[in-house]
């Protein structure tokens, strides 16, 4: 048949899937018609270099992009780029090992979580709105977190308020770009809109199926669904047009769209008669799951100094202090989901997590931790950060973000993982000779760069210039914080120690730093299970004041501040 050719697709556990292709398609392009999954987080641009796979028999040369990704002895190996490789002939590839998305780490909740809402209420009682009934015998809620990376879905128990189950999986819409601002301009192609949607709500629902399978629970005894996600998420879910938060002033379409029937929000797998509400979003860029961490938190006017940080590409920050609460948006790039970082993951198997030092100086060597204990693949966030603060503390890196390889001897172990890559310096955290050998299109060599450090800097500056603009703005200092909560998954294997010696969360002395879990999705959960939650979210989001940081005089000054990788 002229103009089309078979490609094989293999991958570990998975049998071949052979596909009929279109001459000039690109791997990519044919293993999503295959319904093969594949990391790609700059959305097909070539742009990132993760979608590495290993090819042979018809394709076009490399790119350039594939040259300026991957080194000419991977490119000999057969490792090509998925989203350059063009297909010319019957061609076969290799997935790269176990693939992120299917083995990402996804936070669902705190192994100690009890009740999603525990004890009585101290909430005044107000009127009963219509959308949130009281629980009835053998009423079941479902909550969902729906998240720029990852999609978590709650089994409640109304009647008792506890969460009988959850599961999770990645947002397919990343496919689209892992950022928000890349998946805004794609609802604006032709179907765009309409594609993202269709994508996040079936795999919300098929999530929902999921927990009613496992638990026995028919579907017919859930009544009410509640969501929370950031203000991009809402409106993707449900349909609206998001063009106006890509561009300034970044306003929302609407920012509570009250309550539905849920299968009009689009599942089918459960009551068709059951209810269906987002939380309301606060602003533009500060959404329902930041409402959510605040419900959690226990934030109110009442509060003791808090500071609530939800660290990822679009971090969220909450103050609350002195009878008031502050909120704003960070817009810390997707540096901390391991994007733009050259040996950059998500949180999956094979990824370092976390990095120290070994030995004793001037003998320091570095040692790690990946998940799944096999062979290192790449770098996550929490792993980026422990690295670059464990060669700050050995000052092999300046506080201004560059390699000083005078300052260590040239005998030491870690002086001799810094060398010349094809981008100047670079640090080798690990060095897998064999990788490409034995089959696995991954890095033959997993380093940090020094563009990687800077990306890390720009990231964590604009945490911290958010975190320290709401302090100002509330009137107080680190140094008046009792508490400060980290929400999400980065937040909960997150070393602490490691985040306040680069400077990403403020010198706090008399702060107690804890991890939240979930708390996203523990806060949707509280809300769907006891209507005094509900009402409280809501008035909550009357009373939080929104902090736009781009109307800051002092905003990029105390960002440029913030880019030094020292404890401010």
């Known amino acids: 048949m002229t103009g089309y050719f078979r490609l094989s697709i293999s991958a570990p556990g998975s049998d ?6 279109h001459a000039g398609d690109t791997v990519m392009d ?32 490399p790119t350039d992009a594939e040259r300026d990704h991957l080194t000419p002895r991977e490119l000999a190996a057969g490792v090509r780029l998925a989203c350059q490789a063009r297909i010319t002939g019957d061609a076969a590839v290799r997935a790269a090992g176990a693939d992120a998305a299917s083995s990402a780490r996804i936070l669902l909740r705190d192994e100690n979580s009890g009740p999603a809402h525990a004890g009585p209420s101290s909430i005044a009682p107000q009127s009963e709105p219509e959308a949130h009934t009281q629980p009835r015998p053998a009423d079941f809620g479902v909550a969902l977190d729906i998240g720029t990376t990852t999609l978590v879905a709650y089994l409640v128990d109304r009647g008792t308020g506890l969460i009988m189950d959850a599961v999770g999986a990645l947002n397919p819409q990343a496919a689209h770009g892992a950022d928000l601002i890349s998946r805004i301009v794609f609802s604006e192609t032709p179907g765009g809109l309409n594609k993202l949607r269709q994508e996040v709500t079936e795999s919300a629902d098929g999530l929902v199926r999921t927990l009613l399978q496992r638990s026995g629970v028919p579907s017919a005894d859930v009544s009410l669904v509640s969501a929370v996600g950031n203000t991009c998420m809402h409106h993707l879910f449900l349909g609206i047009a998001a063009e106006s938060l890509g561009v300034i002033p970044y306003t929302a379409a609407v920012l509570d769209t009250g309550t539905m029937l849920a299968r009009t929000a689009g599942l089918t797998c459960i009551n068709p008669e059951a209810s269906f509400f987002f939380l309301p979003n606060i602003a533009g860029f500060v959404g329902s799951d930041a409402l959510a961490v605040a419900l959690v938190a226990g934030m109110d006017e009442r509060s003791r100094p808090t500071l609530a940080i939800d660290i990822g590409t679009n971090g969220e920050i909450l103050l609350a202090a002195d ?14 989901e391991g994007v733009n970082i050259s040996c950059g993951m998500i949180a999956a198997e094979g990824a370092i997590d976390w990095a120290g030092l070994a030995g004793a100086p001037p003998r320091y060597d570095i040692e790690i931790h990946v998940i799944g204990d ?34 260590l001897d040239r005998a030491s172990p870690l002086a001799r993982r810094l060398v010349i890559g094809p981008s100047g310096l670079e640090f080798v955290v690990s060095d897998p000779v064999d990788a490409i050998s034995r089959g696995h299109a991954v890095p ?4 940090l760069t020094q563009r990687d450090i800077r990306e890390l800097q720009l990231a964590k500056a604009a945490i911290r210039a958010g975190s320290e603009i709401l302090l100002e703005e509330a009137g107080i200092s680190a140094a008046d914080l009792e508490r ?3 929400a999400g998954a980065f937040g909960t294997y997150l070393d602490k120690s490691a985040a306040q010696a680069m400077g990403l969360l403020p010198r706090a002395p008399r702060a107690r730093i804890a991890p939240l879990g979930n708390a996203a999705g523990e806060g949707a959960a509280m809300a769907v299970a006891d209507p005094d939650a509900y009402r409280e979210a809501r008035r909550l989001a009357g009373v939080v004041e929104h902090v736009e940081l781009a109307a800051s005089a002092k905003f990029m000054q105390v960002f440029a501040d913030s880019m030094l990788l020292t404890e401010l």
């Open 30 to 61: 044919a293993m999503a018609r295959a319904g093969a999954s594949l990391y790609a987080p700059c959305a097909g641009r070539g742009m990132c270099g993760k979608c590495r796979l290993i090819a042979e028999g018809g394709l076009a040369a």
């Open 16 to 21: 071949t899937q052979v596909q009929l292709v």
């Open 444 to 447: 033959a060599r997993v380093s």
């Open 374 to 407: 096999v062979q290192p693949r790449g770098i996550c966030g929490s792993g980026l950060i422990s690295i670059v603060a464990a060669l700050r503390r050995a000052e092999l890196i300046s506080e201004a973000g560059a390699f000083e390889p005078e300052a």
């Open 484 to 486: 400060i909560v980290l």
């Open 323 to 336: 009878g008031r609460i502050l909120a704003c948006s960070a817009a810390a790039g997707p540096a901390f």
